[in-house]
Nanobody, 128 residues
Framework: QVHVVESGGGLVQAGGSLRLSCEAS????????MGWFRQAPGKEREFVAA????????YYSDSLKGRFTISRVNGKNTVYLQMNSLIPEDTAIYYC?????????????????????WGQGTQVTVSS
């Protein structure tokens, strides 16, 4: 049983920044590969960024790379998503997910079905 919780969402003006946090708890044995996804109203869930179990590899959506940065606390299932230069199109519910095991590559870690545990989401709203 793993519990995933996100926090840090809110309302910001275009051009501003937010830092989202996520923690997966319940494991006393392993660290997880972890990722961020987002879903806007009426749209499909979209991959944002991911980081492998050790923190040595990161993966990004091509459209977001350069504005968003994922990081983790080494040896812990705590991850962050730093979001800069926000635009209204970034408005969505942002979800954090954890994978018990799986391939460490972009194709695997950018797919939602590669993850086992999901948080409840945190709302990010960017105004003009």
């Amino acid at each position: 049983q793993v519990h995933v919780v996100e926090s840090g969402g809110g309302l910001v003006q275009a051009g501003g920044s937010l830092r989202l946090s996520c923690e997966a708890s319940g494991s006393t044995f392993t660290t997880y590969g972890m990722g961020w996804f987002r879903q806007a109203p009426g749209k499909e869930r979209e991959f944002v960024a991911a980081i492998n179990w050790s923190g040595g590899n990161t993966y990004y959506s091509d459209s977001l790379k350069g504005r968003f940065t994922i990081s983790r606390v080494n040896g812990k299932n705590t991850v962050y998503l730093q979001m800069n230069s926000l635009i209204p199109e970034d408005t969505a519910i942002y979800y954090c997910a954890a994978a018990q095991w799986g391939p460490d590559n972009f194709q695997a870690m950018s797919r939602s079905n590669g993850y086992d545990y999901w948080g409840q989401g945190t709302q990010v709203t960017v105004s003009s």
